[in-house]
């Protein structure tokens, strides 16, 4: 399958070809029930993209074809299915939450009103409260929970980039954002209202002197937005960051760590 689609992404008449768009079709189903992912945990904490799924996904949307569909009085017109059989799946599905076709939701999900977009992947235990989005390629870990309003940022080109990653047992406050490809390690915190990209100085000020980050939250770390003082032409002005102001205590009883880590912090989330 890889050889056909790195073949059709180099040569786009080969969508034409009917063993190109099975070999793509094929990606997206084994995406939809969590078979491939657009990127895997490897050695020493890193993450791999597979770029040739990523042009999968990209790939797919013109062999497909616009088409209406309606849900009782509820109308759309798009090209993409949405995903079905979530008692079977074994996830619980609010009114108005959507997951496109080409997503995984693993069993013991919770989706409140909210999106999923095509290529994801959502561990089981997790939370997509309501207005939560997990853009397209975005990776969730398991028992993560994605506050009221956040945004988990997709990305499908430039292919090298790495989507967001979200890892297991992460809490993601209210109205987060986070995207270009930031990672959030295992049991941090994000306080409400954090919003993180590539740029994005997250400065840790729990020592003697600042420790810059940039694109990674580490592990069990308490984050909240902050700001710091930049020179411009015309003058200093205070720019967007975010602070780790603490450390989510190793536990055993997650849950109990992390209401430890909110009261003890004071952070709204």
């Given at each position: 399958m890889r050889q056909q689609i790195e073949a059709a992404w180099d040569n786009r008449e080969l969508l034409k070809d009917q063993k190109t768009i099975q070999a793509i079709e094929t990606v997206i189903e084994e995406l939809d029930k969590g078979l491939l992912r657009v990127a895997e945990p490897g050695e020493n904490g890193e993450w791999i993209v597979n770029e040739w799924i990523k042009k999968a996904v990209v790939m797919y949307f013109p062999i497909r074809q616009m088409e209406t569909i309606e849900v009782g009085p509820f109308e759309f017109h798009d090209k993409m299915a949405l995903k079905r059989n979530y008692k079977e799946l074994g996830v619980r599905v609010v009114p108005h939450a959507i997951a496109r076709y080409g997503a995984f939701v693993a069993p013991g999900v919770i989706m409140m009103p909210s999106y999923v977009n095509i290529g994801a992947y959502v561990d089981s235990g997790t939370m997509v409260d309501t207005w939560a989005t997990v853009g397209s390629?975005?990776?969730?870990?398991?028992?993560?929970?994605?506050?009221?309003?956040?945004?988990?940022?997709?990305?499908?080109?430039?292919?090298?980039?790495?989507?967001?990653?979200?890892?297991?047992?992460?809490?993601?406050?209210?109205?987060?954002?986070?995207?270009?490809?930031?990672?959030?390690?295992?049991?941090?915190?994000?306080?409400?209202?954090?919003?993180?990209?590539?740029?994005?100085?997250?400065?840790?000020?729990?020592?003697?002197?600042?420790?810059?980050?940039?694109?990674?939250?580490?592990?069990?770390?308490?984050?909240?937005?902050?700001?710091?003082?930049?020179?411009?032409?015309?003058?200093?002005?205070?720019?967007?960051?975010?602070?780790?102001?603490?450390?989510?205590?190793?536990?055993?009883?997650?849950?109990?760590?992390?209401?430890?880590?909110?009261?003890?912090?004071?952070?709204?989330?």
């Open positions: 390629c975005a990776q969730v870990g398991k028992n993560v929970h994605l506050s009221g309003g956040v945004g988990i940022g997709g990305v499908l080109e430039p292919l090298q980039a790495a989507p967001v990653i979200i890892e297991d047992d992460a809490f993601i406050g209210s109205r987060c954002i986070v995207v270009e490809g930031v990672r959030v390690g295992k049991q941090a915190v994000l306080g409400a209202n954090v919003v993180l990209t590539k740029s994005t100085k997250i400065i840790d000020v729990t020592g003697p002197e600042p420790i810059e980050h940039r694109g990674y939250v580490p592990e069990r770390s308490v984050v909240i937005p902050g700001t710091y003082t930049k020179e411009f032409p015309a003058g200093s002005y205070q720019v967007p960051c975010a602070l780790i102001i603490g450390q989510r205590k190793a536990s055993t009883d997650l849950k109990t760590s992390l209401n430890d880590a909110l009261r003890e912090h004071n952070v709204a989330v």
